[in-house]
């Protein structure tokens, strides 16, 4: 996912210099459009990481006080 948000940085230019002003415009909404994606991904993501971070402590600790 990163790689495509690199890409669309690197397009941006030639977007600029293909369509002039047009460009710009399409630059910056498909970047914002992209970057909402993969910001909205890899919360997703966290969010199963902390659980998971969560359940492992949680046994840990219990299994710890229980011994």
Known sequence: MIFWLLALFLL??????????????????GTLIVGTIILVAFAAFFWVFIAAALVLGGLWLSRSLLS
Do not use: H, Q, S, T
């Open 12 to 29: 941006f230019p030639v977007l600029r210099i293909v369509f002039g002003l047009g460009g710009w415009l399409l630059g910056l909404l």
